[in-house]
């Protein structure tokens, strides 16, 4: 992120200021939007397009990576461009993305539109922040990321909720269209009312190859996670063709990063100490996080018998505290030491997940909804308290760059955690699913009870015996899940540690933050 010149254009007053407030807040909305409405409708995705839920969840995380990885490309490209003209180019370019992503008669197609949309989202959102801090005077700067702050707080609400309605009641495709006129109010007023306040540009060098290898490894690495339970891991050659690209490409990466004069991403970065752990916390915590953000709706829809809309209610109370919390939150962080904050957060993610890990089949919906709410208490204390320690102590001139690096971490974190999540659940459900058929067999009294239960209501022994599988399958699947929670749980409680390793935040903490989707 940019910040504003000191002799740059006047702020802006009175309607206008609302009018241009409004126009960003709503890009910023549609954005992050983005990333959790489709996390309920990837059941009626993969089934529309004939693939597996798991294969569904690729147009989730294909919009994370490309994301990520256009994110470090922000400052180069504002520089050259303005930051008015990329972000009104970004919206223009997402709502396009999204009519194709709509249109996709394919989940391949679907894939590249997805990967297309988030490349040209990187830059939205922290040129949203840039731009609307430039619209208010200094003195108000922190109303006017408050205002930012509560947008991204809403998005996650909204979107498992009008995700679910629209797939349960129009079709999926729509959960992309609605971009369309958001998308194109927004760039209107947003040009009309910026388009003479656009900053300098300058033609900068850009690191090609740097950028070609972190294209590869991250990429190679993301196809890797998410195609080897389909191709058996490492007995395929692919397989061991992409971890060997990845390592070779990270490798690389590494090498060029830390030698070359204008680096896509400041790797020196890491030499500092409360740059590297709370970049370290963040992203084991984020992909933890958006690992079982993404696993809740596919097994209430799969196994649990919830349509998407209710699944969708099951998800969105997370915002509520969230929304109530996050403005103390904001206003306490230079007074409390950020590391208690963050304590805090991890200890009630543990909490949650722990609750989560005693989930039955026979769960009703109050008993699923209370630890989301809970959830929410400790979203507002997890992302501000991690990035005010992480930009600590930085020159203003490395806060950009800082800032690019603690995302792109986050958000390629959220995309490996997903993968990882649900090809552990499918291994867990597996060996649960072998263990419980062990116990079955035509002498246990469990199993003769049952069939002859379902053979007393009409049922052919053959009817009968897929009706059985179905409930072995449903327990297999729950134990799964649960597995997932409680090992959630461990690592949120060990993550305490590693912010702990921290010094106390020191100079910096003032600066904006940039949380992204």
């Given at each position: 992120m940019t910040t504003p010149a000191a002799d740059g254009p006047a702020p802006l007053t009175g309607g206008t200021l609302v009018v241009a407030t409004l126009a960003l807040s709503l890009a910023t909305f549609m954005n992050v939007l983005d990333t959790s409405i489709a996390n309920v409708s990837i059941p009626a995705i993969a089934g529309d397009l004939g693939v597996s839920p798991s294969q569904g969840t690729w147009v989730i995380t294909s919009f994370a990576v490309a994301n990520a990885i256009s994110l470090p490309l922000t400052g180069w490209l504002s520089q050259r461009y303005g930051q008015v003209r990329l972000f009104v180019a970004s919206v223009l370019l997402f709502v396009l993305a999204s009519f194709l992503c709509g249109l996709a008669p394919s989940l391949e197609l679907l894939i590249a539109f997805r990967v297309l949309q988030g490349a040209v989202a990187g830059p939205m959102i922290p040129l949203s922040q840039s731009i609307l801090l430039s619209s208010y005077p200094k003195a108000k700067a922190g109303s006017a990321l408050a205002i930012w702050a509560i947008t991204t707080l809403v998005a996650p609400v909204v979107g498992p909720l009008l995700g679910g309605w629209i797939t349960d009641n129009v079709a999926w495709p729509w959960i992309f269209y609605i971009n369309v006129p958001v998308g194109l109010a927004a760039a209107a007023i947003t040009w009309s009312v910026y388009r003479k306040r656009d900053t300098p540009t300058a033609r900068k060098p850009i690191d090609a190859v740097g950028l070609g290898l972190l294209v590869l490894w991250v990429g190679a690495l993301q196809v890797m996670l998410d195609k080897g339970k389909e191709l058996d891991w490492f007995a395929s050659g692919a397989i061991v063709g992409l971890a060997i690209a990845a390592a070779i490409g990270f490798a690389l990466f590494i090498v060029w990063e830390l030698t070359d004069a204008h680096p896509v991403v400041d790797l020196r970065l890491f030499a500092r100490?409360?740059?590297?752990?709370?970049?370290?916390?963040?992203?084991?915590?984020?992909?933890?996080?958006?690992?079982?953000?993404?696993?809740?709706?596919?097994?209430?829809?799969?196994?649990?018998?919830?349509?998407?809309?209710?699944?969708?209610?099951?998800?969105?109370?997370?915002?509520?505290?969230?929304?109530?919390?996050?403005?103390?939150?904001?206003?306490?962080?230079?007074?409390?030491?950020?590391?208690?904050?963050?304590?805090?957060?991890?200890?009630?993610?543990?909490?949650?997940?722990?609750?989560?890990?005693?989930?039955?089949?026979?769960?009703?919906?109050?008993?699923?909804?209370?630890?989301?709410?809970?959830?929410?208490?400790?979203?507002?204390?997890?992302?501000?308290?991690?990035?005010?320690?992480?930009?600590?102590?930085?020159?203003?001139?490395?806060?950009?760059?800082?800032?690019g690096l603690f995302n792109f971490a986050r958000i390629t974190a959220g995309a490996f955690g997903t993968s990882i999540a649900t090809t552990t659940w499918d291994q867990r459900a597996s060996l649960h699913h072998a263990q419980l058929v062990e116990r079955l067999s035509q002498s246990d009294p469990a199993t003769s009870h049952a069939l002859s239960t379902l053979s007393?209501?009409?049922?052919?022994?053959?009817?009968?015996?897929?009706?059985?599988?179905?409930?072995?399958?449903?327990?297999?699947?729950?134990?799964?899940?649960?597995?997932?929670?409680?090992?959630?749980?461990?690592?949120?409680?060990?993550?305490?540690?590693?912010?702990?390793?921290?010094?106390?935040?020191?100079?910096?903490?003032?600066?904006?933050?940039?949380?992204?989707d």
């Open positions: 100490r409360n740059f590297w752990t709370s970049t370290l916390a963040m992203s084991l915590a984020y992909g933890v996080f958006f690992g079982n953000v993404v696993l809740l709706p596919l097994w209430l829809q799969q196994y649990m018998g919830y349509t998407a809309t209710a699944a969708g209610m099951v998800l969105a109370p997370v915002g509520v505290l969230a929304i109530l919390l996050t403005p103390m939150v904001g206003r306490t962080v230079n007074k409390v030491d950020p590391r208690i904050f963050a304590t805090a957060a991890f200890a009630i993610f543990g909490l949650v997940m722990l609750m989560r890990s005693h989930f039955t089949t026979g769960a009703d919906f109050d008993t699923l909804m209370v630890p989301t709410i809970i959830q929410g208490a400790a979203m507002a204390v997890f992302f501000i308290p991690l990035v005010t320690l992480s930009l600590s102590g930085l020159e203003p001139s490395r806060i950009p760059s800082a800032s007393a209501a009409g049922a052919d022994p053959s009817t009968a015996m897929a009706l059985l599988n179905r409930l072995v399958d449903q327990q297999a699947f729950m134990l799964g899940v649960n597995d997932i929670f409680y090992v959630s749980a461990l690592l949120f409680v060990a993550l305490i540690g590693v912010v702990w390793l921290a010094r106390p935040a020191r100079g910096g903490a003032g600066a904006p933050v940039v949380m992204g």
